[in-house]
């Protein structure tokens, strides 16, 4: 079949085109207005942890540029906008409300629904408030009930004016990533306390999705990073096994205990040593598995996956992220890395929009119950340039664009219910380990001025947005 053009695709009425983003990587304003330290303003502080000891600090000023972030993404066209609350301005030290803090949000939203902009909340995008790290984080059961609180404080003051509420944005990476592998904050390699995390995060979700539907939130949902786990070599039995443990750990320990009321089987045996069935209280299952009105799914790339150790002389292209020994994989051997007859981005992710297609075909097929699906981010890192005319001609990023909503639309021609999709991201930003030399944005920013300029993807992005626009 002949690729569908995401210009001319007639996209199902409705559709919400946005963009994603998320306070640690943009607001800056780390310690302004009452707001105090998350884990990741302290994790940057410890050597070596983020690239060129880059911090989120300053960010790009969206604190202070808020509203004409918002114009931006007016005239872009965009009908959504993906945004996270920080915890530890909304609660710093996770003590009591900070009015500032909520009043920035609170603004936020008006001006979203001023400009005809649907405002996507996510509570938490991986952002602790540092003091309760200090008091094990999301080892402690305890973290997960002072996330319901947090959650309250939001919703008192934005559920008048806020539809969609999101609990967490990757529960995988602020689990495992942040306390086994140790790549992320709190940068912990305890693979018991990252199974802690994980079972935690799922309660802390549970809790605030019945909490939410309580005080009337019209539509709850969870973002979750899934991927395709293919064996390297799909006849070999050892990296079938590795892909098995993959989709388990990766995908299904979070999947099914939201929509199943359970963990997978064969994840219990795969975690055993490390006594995770202990975590479980009865009635956590049930509280986890509330009702959900979306999932938001968040995928880059495929898992090309091996069980064996890496052949010396392997090509680069291989994540440097994923070494056994700290392995976000807990008490696994194996690898994944990408295809190698595919291209990769500058993050060395493979280019792979048949994944996605994959990937949202797959999810409703796999689970009868599956709520509607929006792609709530995907996107690329590219090394941009700024051309002679003070531009950025990413023609790299309009094609992964391109063929990635193009993979959407089939998977709707096949099926698949995607109501969404939101660019990651609207604005270059710090990306995490890695600062802020890998750019996401659509549009970019200069961190010398902090000035924005769209780059040809957002406009190509404007583009494919105005004609459904136009028409709808
Ligand atoms: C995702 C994160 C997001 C961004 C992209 C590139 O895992 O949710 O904040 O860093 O990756």
Same mark, same amino acid.
């Given at each position: ?39 990741w303003?302290?994790? %940057?502080?410890?050597? *070596? ?8 600090e ?13 114009r ?6 965009? &009908?959504?906008? /993906? ?20 009043? #920035?949000? &609170? ?8 400009? *005809? ?15 309760l790290?200090?008091?094990d ?8 009930? /002072? ?5 309250s ?17 990757e ?29 935690h995060?799922?309660l ?8 939410? /539907?309580?005080?009337?939130a ?5 973002t ?20 098995? /443990? ?7 320990a #979070? ?5 199943l009321? %359970?963990?997978?089987a ?9 006594? #995770?069935?202990a ?10 598995a ?6 938001g ?11 064996? @150790? ?16 700290s ?15 595919? @291209? ?23 689970? @009868?119950?599956? @709520? ?17 005319? *003070?531009?950025?001609?990413?023609a ?12 959407v ?16 991201s609207?604005l ?14 659509i549009?970019?920013?200069?961190y010398?001025?902090q ?8 406009l190509e ?12």
């Open positions: 079949m002949a690729a569908l053009d995401p210009n001319t695709y007639e996209w199902p009425e409705g559709f919400l085109w946005g963009s994603a983003t998320a306070a640690a990587q943009i607001e800056g304003a780390a310690h302004e207005d009452g707001k105090e330290d998350s884990i303003d302290a994790y %940057a502080r410890v050597p *070596g942890a983020i690239a060129k000891g880059h911090t989120p300053v960010a790009v000023d969206h604190y202070h540029r808020m509203p004409d972030d918002v931006l993404m007016k005239e872009l066209g965009l &009908s959504s906008y /993906r945004f996270s609350t920080s915890w530890a301005r909304v609660k710093p030290g996770d003590r009591e409300v900070n009015q500032a803090g909520l009043d #920035f949000y &609170s603004r936020l939203v008006d001006e979203l629904l001023e400009a *005809g902009i649907l405002p996507w909340l996510t509570l938490y995008h991986w952002d602790l408030p540092q003091a790290e200090e008091r984080g999301w080892a402690n059961r305890d973290t997960a009930y /002072r996330f319901r609180d947090y959650a404080a939001v919703y008192d003051a934005l559920g008048d004016r806020v539809t969609h509420w999101t609990t967490f944005n529960p995988l990476c602020s689990s495992l990533i942040g306390y086994a592998a140790g790549e992320h904050a709190p940068g912990r390699q305890e693979p018991r306390a990252a199974l802690a995390a994980l079972h995060q799922h802390a979700h549970g809790l605030a999705a019945d909490l939410l /539907r309580e005080r009337g019209q539509r709850i949902g969870i979750l990073n899934l991927t395709n786990a293919l064996p390297n070599d799909p006849a070999d039995p050892v990296d079938q096994e590795a892909a098995r /443990r993959l989709d388990a750990i990766w995908n299904r #979070f999947l099914e205990p939201l929509l009321a %359970a963990y997978p064969d994840f219990l045996e795969d975690v055993r040593a490390h006594d #995770f069935e975590l479980v209280q009865p009635g956590d299952l049930e509280t986890i509330a009702p959900l009105d979306f999932l799914v968040n995928h880059y790339h495929d898992d090309n996956v091996s069980g064996h @150790p890496l052949p010396p002389g392997t090509p680069p292209g291989v994540r440097p992220d994923v070494n056994p020994t392995s976000p994989f807990v008490g696994s051997e194996y690898i994944t890395f990408p295809r190698r007859d595919l @291209p990769v981005t500058a993050m060395g992710w493979e280019v792979n929009p048949d994944g996605l297609r994959t990937l949202l075909v797959r999810l409703g097929r796999e689970y @009868p119950n599956m @709520p509607p699906l929006y792609v709530t981010e995907n996107g690329s890192a590219y090394e941009d340039e700024v051309g002679e005319d *003070g531009r950025v001609h990413d790299e990023r309009v094609a992964y664009l391109r063929a990635h909503l193009s993979a639309a089939e998977a709707i021609e096949e099926g698949a219910d995607v109501r969404g999709y939101f660019v990651w609207l270059d930003n710090f990306e995490w380990a890695w600062g802020y030399d890998k750019r996401f944005g549009v970019r920013v200069d010398d001025t000035v924005r300029t769209p780059k040809d993807s957002a992005y404007s583009r494919i947005i105005g004609r459904v626009r136009a028409e709808t």
